[in-house]
């Protein structure tokens, strides 16, 4: 299907990437790997626009799953929030990955920067905030 004004994009990817794209698209029955990728953007759209909303103070839970290894850059962001975070646990998933579970509270503005600050980061397989 050809929808009038689409823009075309360069998106690189690496293998994993392509096959999880591959697979979402099989498994939902996407029409093609834009059709996955449109749908995926609006997720991410829709969840960035509900943190927007919040104000005032904030409770919620906070997963966490990273690549092995990788916790440099995320060990600085939770030193750089220890005010809000008000419990921390590591453990480690299977061989490569580990999965950090967050119990944090704190002013939405706060909240934010520390899940924007983590949402840019390379080693994150998989991270979930659950406002309270």
Same mark, same amino acid.
């Given at each position: 299907?050809?929808?009038?004004?689409?823009?075309?994009?360069?998106?690189?990817?690496?293998?994993?990437?392509?096959?999880?794209?591959?697979?979402?698209?099989?498994?939902?029955?996407?029409?093609?790997?834009?059709?996955?990728?449109?749908? +995926?953007?609006?997720?991410?759209?829709?969840?960035?626009?509900?943190?927007?909303?919040?104000?005032?103070?904030?409770?919620?839970?906070?997963?966490?799953?990273?690549?092995?290894?990788?916790?440099?850059?995320?060990?600085?962001?939770?030193?750089?929030?220890?005010?809000?975070?008000?419990?921390?646990?590591?453990?480690?998933?299977?061989?490569?990955?580990?999965?950090?579970?967050?119990?944090?509270?704190?002013? +939405?503005?706060?909240?934010?920067?520390?899940?924007?600050?983590?949402?840019?980061?390379?080693?994150?397989?998989?991270?979930?905030?659950?406002?309270?």
């Amino acid at each position: 299907m050809i929808l009038a004004n689409m823009t075309i994009i360069s998106v690189s990817l690496n293998e994993q990437n392509v096959q999880d794209l591959d697979l979402i698209q099989k498994e939902l029955g996407f029409s093609g790997r834009s059709e996955a990728v449109r749908t +995926a953007l609006r997720m991410l759209v829709a969840e960035r626009n509900e943190r927007k909303k919040m104000v005032g103070h904030v409770d919620g839970v906070l997963v966490v799953v990273t690549e092995k290894g990788s916790s440099e850059n995320i060990d600085e962001i939770y030193h750089s929030h220890q005010d809000i975070i008000r419990t921390h646990i590591h453990n480690h998933i299977g061989e490569n990955r580990c999965m950090n579970l967050l119990i944090i509270s704190g002013e +939405a503005a706060q909240m934010n920067h520390i899940l924007d600050g983590l949402e840019r980061l390379d080693g994150i397989y998989y991270m979930k905030f659950i406002k309270s």
